[in-house]
């Protein structure tokens, strides 16, 4: 392996990642660690030891939450060094057939709408049914594998807007326009939850921003990305990047954590490339920046909720952006914002990887919904649409609903109705 380490590797073994890393949390090896990565690291590098079948997996356990690039006192870069090696995991000899045919079959339909929407046509009537229930209630799905099982239990019930039509076009401000961005609508979040978008783009407009939405636009490659599939990786960024070409924007927007993080590394991910011509934002990031309209300040009615908010890891510990939807969340009268007592530890979804790895994803989803229902929350707030999904399922059908922050200011504002299935 090579170029797996920096010629000084600032590194002490200190131990300080050991708490925050989310597979040592649930599997306790020191190999399914930071620490213990880096460790073999260098001694793949030193000829000691070599990248095989036995090794890998020990690397395939890593969610790449970036928890312990954020608790390094020594500043170790982490998150870099992982992913150099995620594109050596994807060699035949180093998973069975199975696992490859899995990931093949998720990153060809996943990144892909059209694909995710037409796999989905003949669950409209199972997802969320008396059929599901029943599948579920004679574990009957088991059999068919823990891969399987995982996918079933993330399925939720597909709303209207699930098949479409994407919202498209430009889309005017409300009163006198402060802005206009363009806005990524993702592929997951576009289907399995697409009210985050027509809330994410209401707040907007009344906030007096223009939102463009190129009727076309696909995937940004965060899925393909987070498991090291650079081709296909770049193939979607350019794609989405030529979307946007000649829009004169403010900013490049994203309503979704995971992919936020993505976007911001395509210069990276594309030198020498043109990229987007505007700075790619976090929307929270964005109406922080801008502030929010007194219009729409005017407009904010109470909404007397005790809100739990969850930090999606690209969002805490990708970004750094932590304050700015807690303040955004804060402008809502009479809301009350509560803390989980281990915000900065992964709830498990990180991508696919509650598909690939469902054993370890489960336990630490397990464990996230637990420290959120002790919170004494009436709803949860998640910015991350993996991570949505993922403690929906663990807390169960009688837990707390999740919502994004953007729905919660949306209905306070009265551009969305509150009902009994949000608040």
């Given at each position: 392996m090579s170029n797996s380490l920096p010629a000084s590797d600032p590194c002490v073994h200190c131990g300080f990642c050991l708490p925050t890393c989310a597979s040592y949390r649930v599997l306790g090896t020191e190999m399914d660690s930071p620490r213990g990565r880096i460790h073999t690291l260098k001694a793949i590098a030193a000829g000691e030891l070599e990248l095989d079948a036995a090794v890998a997996p020990h690397f395939d356990s890593c969610l790449g939450c970036f928890a312990?690039?954020?608790?390094?006192?020594?500043?170790?870069?982490?998150?870099?060094?992982?992913?150099?090696?995620?594109?050596?995991?994807?060699?035949?000899?180093?998973?069975?057939?199975?696992?490859?045919?899995?990931?093949?079959?998720?990153?060809?339909?996943?990144?892909?709408?059209?694909?995710?929407r037409a796999l989905l046509q003949p669950f409209r009537l199972y997802a969320g049914g008396p059929l599901q229930r029943l599948a579920r209630l004679s574990g009957l799905i088991k059999l068919f594998g823990p891969e399987v099982a995982a996918m079933e239990q993330l399925l939720p019930a597909l709303p209207p807007g699930a098949f479409g039509p994407d919202p498209q076009g430009v889309l005017p401000a409300t009163g006198k326009q402060r802005a206009r961005v363009g806005l990524v609508l993702g592929c997951v979040q576009r289907v399995f939850d697409p009210a985050v978008n027509h809330a994410t783009i209401a707040v907007l407009q009344a906030n007096g921003v223009e939102v463009v939405l190129p009727a076309s636009q696909g995937c940004c490659g965060a899925a393909s990305h987070h498991q090291g599939q650079l081709e296909q990786t770049r193939d979607l960024a350019r794609d989405l990047v030529k979307q946007f070409e000649g829009e004169p924007l403010d900013a490049v927007l994203v309503a979704a954590s995971g992919c936020g993080h993505t976007l911001k590394q395509y210069g990276e991910l594309l030198p020498g490339e043109a990229g987007f011509s505007a700075p790619v934002l976090d929307v929270h990031e964005f109406l922080s920046q801008i502030?929010?309209?007194?219009?729409?300040?005017?407009?904010?009615?109470?909404?007397?909720?005790?809100?739990?908010?969850?930090?999606?890891?690209?969002?805490?510990?990708?970004?750094?952006?932590?304050?700015?939807?807690?303040?955004?969340?804060?402008?809502?009268?009479?809301?009350?914002?509560?803390?989980?007592?281990?915000?900065?530890?992964?709830?498990?979804?990180?991508?696919?990887?509650?598909?690939?790895?469902?054993?370890?994803?489960?336990?630490?989803?397990?464990?996230?919904?637990?420290?959120?229902?002790?919170?004494?929350a009436q709803l949860i707030a998640s910015a991350n649409i993996g991570c949505s999904l993922q403690i929906r399922q663990h807390l169960g059908p009688d837990g707390p609903p999740v919502l994004h922050p953007m729905q919660l200011l949306a209905i306070s504002a009265g551009l969305l109705p509150a009902t009994a299935s949000n608040v």
């Open positions: 312990c690039v954020s608790a390094c006192p020594a500043g170790v870069r982490y998150d870099q060094l992982i992913e150099q090696v995620r594109p050596q995991l994807n060699q035949a000899e180093l998973r069975s057939p199975w696992q490859q045919q899995l990931r093949r079959l998720l990153l060809g339909v996943i990144p892909y709408p059209p694909r995710l502030g929010l309209s007194e219009a729409f300040q005017a407009r904010l009615e109470p909404l007397p909720k005790a809100v739990a908010y969850h930090d999606a890891c690209h969002m805490i510990h990708g970004q750094g952006i932590a304050a700015q939807p807690r303040q955004l969340l804060r402008a809502i009268p009479e809301l009350q914002l509560r803390e989980a007592t281990e915000a900065g530890v992964c709830c498990g979804s990180a991508g696919i990887y509650n598909l690939v790895q469902p054993e370890e994803a489960a336990a630490l989803g397990q464990l996230k919904a637990a420290d959120l229902s002790d919170t004494g």
